[in-house]
């Protein structure tokens, strides 16, 4: 019923942008807190960006000032837009939906920056 499903991954060069789209379902959107995460391998899960029912946004600090997380509603979408990529950005990226003490997870989607 509930499906969080990642889109915009990919292969992109050093330098680059990439925006990430995460589709909400079955939830009631605007309630919850929704964020970014991501890990590469053979590394543990890390945040990259939350942003609250409210708006408030909170970024980890290797990605402040390159990447943005925005949320649309009325489109039950959270966005991860991603600039200046690097290639310790390499990592698996998953959406994550949060009300209270439920939590849900996207499957994640690839991004890949490589020359």
């Known amino acids: 019923q509930v499906q969080l499903v990642e889109s915009g991954g990919g292969l992109v060069q050093p330098g680059g942008s990439l925006r990430l789209s995460c589709a909400a379902s079955g939830i009631t959107f605007s309630i919850y807190a929704m964020g970014w995460y991501r890990q590469a391998a053979g590394k543990q899960r890390e945040l990259v960006a939350t942003?609250?029912?409210?708006?408030?946004?909170n970024d980890a600090d290797s990605v402040k000032g390159r990447f943005t997380i925005s949320r649309d509603n009325a489109k039950n979408t959270v966005y991860l837009q991603m600039s200046s990529l690097k290639p310790e950005d390499t990592a698996v990226y998953y959406c994550n939906a949060q009300f209270l003490q439920t939590i849900y997870w996207g499957q994640g989607t690839q991004v890949t920056v490589s020359s």
């Open positions: 942003i609250t029912s409210g708006g408030s946004i």
